[in-house]
């Protein structure tokens, strides 16, 4: 009779908890990808700016000076496409968090 009880208790508390246990989840998954996401940007514009930091040190007359300025379009060209896919990969992420708070939200709602 005990058994069946704490049986019981222990499924509905299952039932009760699994969105609550998927939802963390997904944020915990979501933070996961968004903190890679950063870090990796951060990397790639480091990377970018010691590029430049280091072109800049280097030019000694005004044909090198000439070439950096070509180089510094160059470069920002390359940052505005590289805005340009972490804005995408970041709305990717958005939409992957969003599709798995409705499917968490249809099932806890059967």
């Known amino acids: 009779m005990y ?3 704490f049986q019981n208790f222990s499924e509905n508390t299952e039932k009760t908890f699994a969105p609550v246990l998927k ?3 997904l944020v915990a998954d979501n933070f996961m990808a968004l903190t890679n996401l950063q870090l990796d940007a951060a990397r790639r514009y ?6 430049q930091l280091q072109s800049a040190s ?3 007359d005004a044909a090198s ?4 300025g070509s180089k510094q379009l ?6 505005s496409q590289q805005m340009m896919e972490d804005a995408s990969k970041l709305a990717d992420l958005t939409q992957e968090f969003k599709a798995g708070l409705e499917s968490i939200a249809a099932n806890t709602a059967k």
């Open 23 to 25: 939802y963390n989840q």
């Open 46 to 51: 480091a990377d970018i700016g010691l590029a």
């Open 3 to 5: 058994s069946n009880i």
């Open 58 to 60: 280097q030019f000694k």
């Open 74 to 79: 160059e470069t920002m060209t390359r940052i």
């Open 65 to 68: 000076f000439a070439n950096l």
